[in-house]
């Protein structure tokens, strides 16, 4: 490989890297596919912007991919008390960060 092609790849390789990291830190809008077991998409995308709006103050915001639905079970009752968050409010988190899942 001569030198003009080494660089090319490395860019090359840079770029796909920061393509695949922005899409996949970004938080999904539910569609409709999302919609499973009863629950609406009302509730998903109401869901979404509670966590937006209350979870981000106090640390970034854990993409929904990184936890099992045990994990954010766990983590959902402590941290909504932390956020104040009323029980249709953590439901409504809940359902949002499993969902994708299903
Ligand atoms: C008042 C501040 C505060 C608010 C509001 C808050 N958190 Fe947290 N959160 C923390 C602190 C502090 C920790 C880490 C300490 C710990 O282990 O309890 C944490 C940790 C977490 C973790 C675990 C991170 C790890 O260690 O893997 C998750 C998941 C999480 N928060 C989700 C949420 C969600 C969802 C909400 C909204 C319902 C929220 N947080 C609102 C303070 C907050």
């Known amino acids: ?3 003009k092609n080494a ?3 490395f860019f090359y390789t840079i770029f ?4 695949i ?3 996949s830190s970004a938080l999904y809008e539910p569609d409709s596919k999302n919609v ?3 629950t609406l998409l ?3 995308k109401e869901g979404r912007e509670i966590y937006i709006r209350k979870c981000s ?3 970034n915001l854990h993409l929904p991919e990184k936890y099992s639905e045990s994990e954010w079970d766990h983590w959902l009752e402590i941290m909504a ?9 953590e439901l409504k988190v809940y359902k949002y960060v499993t969902m994708e899942k299903k």
């Open 81 to 89: 008390k932390k956020a104040q968050l009323t029980k249709q409010e």
């Open 1 to 3: 490989m001569n030198f």
């Open 57 to 59: 103050s106090c640390h």
């Open 36 to 38: 499973k077991n009863g």
């Open 21 to 23: 990291y922005s899409c």
């Open 42 to 44: 009302s509730e998903l």
């Open 7 to 9: 660089f090319l790849c």
């Open 16 to 19: 796909l890297c920061s393509v």
